[in-house]
């Protein structure tokens, strides 16, 4: 069975950084694309960046380009995504994502199979 979790999140002042993390399982590590989701508060989840498992694709939404970082360590089953120049719209429950999904398709979320439970960030102006 595929796990993933998250860790990382915090309340920061605008124009701070974080840098979340999702420890994968063998199996969620092996799937072709990662991905970072959020949920702000009464919204629909959004993508904010994937990685493919080689590590030589990676995508991002444009709020968050040249802000936000998706890596990932091998040795450590795990993918980061380090936000800097936070933002209060950036506040939101993040969440970590697994699956064999192509990588034209990284922000629908209902193509990924498995699901960390989470980390909540929350950035004040």
């Known amino acids: 069975e595929a796990e993933l979790e998250e860790s990382g999140g915090d309340s920061v002042q605008a124009g701070g950084s974080l840098r979340l993390s999702c420890a994968a399982s063998e199996s969620a590590f092996n799937f072709n694309l990662m991905a970072w989701f959020r949920q702000p508060p009464g919204k629909d989840r959004e993508g904010v960046a994937a990685?493919?498992?080689?590590?030589?694709?990676?995508y991002y939404a444009d709020p968050v380009k040249g802000r936000f970082t998706i890596t990932r360590d091998a040795a450590k089953n795990t993918i980061y995504l380090q936000m800097n120049s936070l933002q209060p719209e950036d506040t939101a429950m993040y969440f970590c994502?697994?699956?064999?999904?192509?990588?034209?398709?990284?922000?629908?979320?209902?193509?990924?199979?498995?699901w960390g439970q989470g980390t909540q960030v929350t950035v004040s102006s």
């Open positions: 994502a697994a699956g064999n999904v192509p990588g034209i398709a990284w922000r629908q979320a209902v193509k990924f199979n498995y």
């Open positions: 990685l493919t498992r080689s590590g030589g694709l990676s």
